[in-house]
């Protein structure tokens, strides 16, 4: 299910540059598997759809969970066929990351960026696990590797003002690995975009509820702040944080919210029931 928000900047970046509105999407896609074939839910019945949905919205940034690279490829080609004309395009749509096994391995958590309106600055993928430049790797009880992608970005109409925007896809299984994937986060967060002002935005499938640990965690309003972890830099040095203190508003709260703002965004397809665990914050 794909979440939308529409929002506009924090008040001193507006009061900087002036009023600013950004539009964010987070869309797990689901992965190209046989089984969901054989139940007629297949990618080649649902690439079109897909595809549709970001064309409506037109986000400035969608972050994207379990896409392969076929669906990425897929997506991106549906969307230039959507774009209108050459000469005066509604969007141009580019794509960044890495899968989580390293290099064009496994499930992707890409950013999909309208080039017509923000350009890409620099960005990098990095694992959730105690060795996060470690390809492939993973943390305590997690099932799978797992990894956020993440790019600065600025804005075309307003060059001098960066935002950086984070996308992740939890582990499903792992409890303590989601909670520690949110302590990492956040301090990645605060050192990518530490003395440059620029408003973070987090998109992702978090495998969490409302309410849940990891997500309280993520917004610095858990009961074990001083749950300390150590973990490894680029350079194999070790760091120490219980994640630094980050202003992350839930969007459902904060931004104008596409629909109902308690809708479920994980249904198994059938639309209807189903509990809320992807976020934009």
């Known amino acids: 299910t794909a979440l939308v928000t529409f929002g506009d900047f924090p008040k001193q970046v507006?009061?900087?540059?002036?009023?600013?509105?950004?539009?964010?999407?987070s869309f797990n896609i689901r992965f190209d598997n046989d089984g969901d074939v054989r139940q007629g839910d297949g990618w080649a019945d649902r690439a079109e759809s897909v595809a549709a949905i970001i064309d409506k919205y037109m986000p400035?940034?969608?972050g994207i969970q379990e896409a392969l690279g076929n669906q990425i490829d897929d997506i991106w080609k549906r969307l230039h066929?959507?774009?209108?004309?050459?000469?005066?395009?509604k969007h141009q749509y580019e794509w960044f990351g890495e899968?989580?096994?390293?290099?064009?391995?496994?499930?992707?958590?890409?950013?999909?960026?309208?080039a017509a309106r923000i350009r890409k600055k620099d960005g990098a993928t990095f694992w959730l696990s105690l060795t996060p430049f470690v390809k492939n790797s993973k943390a305590f009880d997690a099932k799978l590797p797992r990894i956020c992608t993440w790019a600065r970005f600025s804005l075309i109409a307003e060059p001098r003002q960066d935002i950086c925007v984070f996308n992740t896809h939890y582990d499903h299984v792992g409890v303590k690995a989601q909670t520690f994937s949110s302590v990492l986060?956040?301090?990645?967060?605060?050192?990518i975009t530490q003395g440059t002002g620029a408003p973070v935005i987090l998109t992702g499938d978090l495998n969490c509820t409302p309410g849940s640990l990891p997500l309280e965690r993520l917004q610095a309003q858990g009961d074990d702040d001083k749950v300390?972890?150590?973990?490894?830099?680029e350079r194999g040095g070790p760091i120490r944080t219980s994640?630094?203190?980050l202003d992350l508003v839930n969007a459902r709260e904060a931004g104008e919210a596409v629909g109902k703002r308690d809708a479920p965004t994980f249904t198994g397809f059938n639309g209807e029931e189903?509990?809320?665990?992807?976020?934009i914050l």
């Open 228 to 233: 300390v972890y150590e973990y490894q830099d």
């Open 243 to 245: 994640g630094p203190k």
């Open 14 to 25: 507006s009061d900087t540059y002036g009023m600013v509105n950004i539009r964010i999407m």
């Open 274 to 279: 189903g509990v809320v665990i992807d976020h």
């Open 81 to 89: 066929a959507l774009r209108g004309s050459d000469a005066n395009p």
């Open 185 to 191: 986060l956040r301090h990645a967060m605060f050192k």
């Open 60 to 62: 400035d940034v969608v």
């Open 99 to 114: 899968g989580r096994h390293g290099g064009e391995a496994g499930e992707y958590s890409p950013l999909l960026y309208n």
